[in-house]
């Protein structure tokens, strides 16, 4: 509120150049804030610093610094196999194997040699065997042929190193490890050991710099560089004051900064409505003194004008009661508005706009419909010295006919000076700020249809030669709706 009772009772309002920097500047870095918030920079960013703050990445981090190799599995897996090698069984094994007498025994076991031996030494141990020997024709019969068969195989070399070597207990270890578990185990475990994933993962778990050589080590790193990049400074920076708020709320409608060569004919026309849409000529109001002229419009410096000057011209006066009647006028202004191409029911409507004269020119930005009422001035000046200018909407209320709701409004030097004049248009209210700073406010005969915007310089009374030639500039206009 004290900004508004300032702007009322002779406070000033904010610098317009300042204003209109600081708002500028929150565009752009809205701009900048949406297109980093879209980048892949900051998505990386996200991404990382998703990553690295999580449980499972920081175990990683913490197991690369501090966790050893003997607190592996590998390690245990390696210690279980040392102790195995050095077994006593395990090694006469392996030495019995690596010999090549496990080879030899099990080829001459698997003989026919070795099998007939061992079919005949049943034999000449049978009690068969020992009642044919004690016959008389021993030596004639089968069993002695057997024998000699016997004794032949028995000092075979092979078999007689194959039945000594079995009673030894170096076969004998070898016999009980050779299906065994232990001796799978001893096998599963060297080949684990020696494997080169094994040999390299020993090797990255014993290496001092293994964090700082590491996938995770590396990550970090980016994220730190990413952290300290000036956008990403920046966007945390701005996310944190939250400073788009409002714009967020409203989406840009329509634009115009003036900046061809001529009036765009796609957004404006020249004249009030009713005189462009019926006639395709143009008319003013009865007691006006000025008639209005393409020739008075004209775009310069990205800027529109509208200039007030003596000139004899003829043309149109509209009158309620007589209509249209012809009539020469001793002066020529402009007026432009958007009845063709844009209107808007609700919003925000703003321009840029300076004037040389406030009286008796009357230079306005206002919005209107299909009737002459309702009627929003978001300002016009109708006052002499330049200090005062006037805000506020004419109604035809029911039952109370025209009704005029206005605020005179000083506080500044208007004249030779640009302000921006705003209108914010809701459903339950309509407030009139300038340069940012709020003016007036209304919550009844709010407007329920689409208006279109008008700028205007008339002469409702003759002017003095002091007072002319006279313009208002406008350097751009800007709606807004809200999203």
Known sequence: MAGIFGSLFGGKFPDTVKFEAEQNQLQDDYKRFKEIES?????????????????????????????????TEEFKHLERYKQLSKSTDIKTYLKFKSSGKARKVEETLESERYERFRELEKFVNSPEFFKEKSGPDFKKSDAYHNYKEYKRLKNDRSVKWTVKTEKSSQYQIYKRLRESDRINEYYNLQAAVEAPDFKQFKADMEDKNRFRKSDEAALIKEFEELKKQPDIVWYHKVKEKNPFEELKKWELTFEDNFDSASLDSEKWITGYYWG????????????EHQMFKDENIDLRDSSLRIRVQPEVSKGKVWNPTWGFREKEFEYTSGMISTGQSFRQQFGRFEAKVRFTNSFPVLNAFWMVGERMTPHIDIFKTIYPGGRMIEAGIISDVQGKGITESTKKVNGAKFVNKYFIYSFEWSENEMVWSINGVEIYRQTHNIPKEPMYLTFSCTLPEEPGDKHLPSEMEVDWVKCYQRI
Do not use: P, T
Request: charged share 40%.
């Open 39 to 71: 980048s892949a920079l900051l998505q990386r960013y996200r991404e990382l610093d998703q990553e690295i703050h999580s449980g499972e990445f920081e175990k990683r981090v913490n197991d690369l610094k501090n966790k050893k190799f003997k607190d």
């Open 276 to 287: 462009k849409a019926l006639m395709n000529d143009s008319y003013v109001l009865e007691g």
